[in-house]
């Protein structure tokens, strides 16, 4: 994504460099303590390729933070959003809607058919995003959490697996 999108005046959202890196990985870690490495999405992210993220900073802070990964549904490459991580100071602002929003806009740009997420369903619904029965991820989730933004009319079907 070449340029910036930048919700108000005083939050600034743009692709993460390397050196946003540390901060992010704080940022996540403070918002879903120890236990997010439990979880089957973590597990995916671990072995999966980063394609892309985004930041989000207010007067130089670091108050938000996501990332893409390339992941492949049956055949279908796609991408895996997620940990959506916004700033406890900085929620209830739009900021993780305006984070999402950055990562639908780059998976229009890429070669993929739709973008995966383990997340809230009526949160993800206004972005377009609905159940992927077929997607069967590699460890426990609850199927009613996973769900899939066609972007290039592909399909949600079979395991999912790092890209």
């Known amino acids: 994504m070449s340029a910036s999108l930048v919700p108000s005046s005083s939050v600034r959202i743009a692709p993460e460099t390397l050196a946003d890196a540390v901060e992010a990985e704080a940022l996540v870690l403070g918002a879903f303590g120890p236990g997010r490495f439990a979880k089957t999405a973590e597990r995916l992210r671990e072995v999966a390729r980063r394609v892309a993220g985004f930041t989000a900073r207010q007067d130089g802070r670091l108050i938000g933070s996501v990332r893409l990964w390339a992941v492949t549904v049956g055949e279908t490459e796609a991408l895996f959003l997620g940990p959506i991580a916004v700033a406890a100071d ?14 639908v806009e780059e998976a229009r740009h890429s070669a ?7 997340g809230d369903a009526p949160y993800f619904a206004r972005f377009g995003f609905t159940a992927a029965p077929g997607a069967i991820l590699p460890g426990p989730a609850d199927p009613r959490r996973v769900l899939w933004l066609p972007i290039a009319g592909g399909h ?8």
Not at 112 to 118: D, R
């Open 90 to 103: 900085a929620r209830r602002e739009g900021l993780g809607a305006d984070l999402v929003a950055a990562c």
């Open 112 to 118: 993929v058919a739709g973008i995966l997420l383990v």
């Open 156 to 163: 949600a079907e079979g395991p999912v697996r790092p890209g």
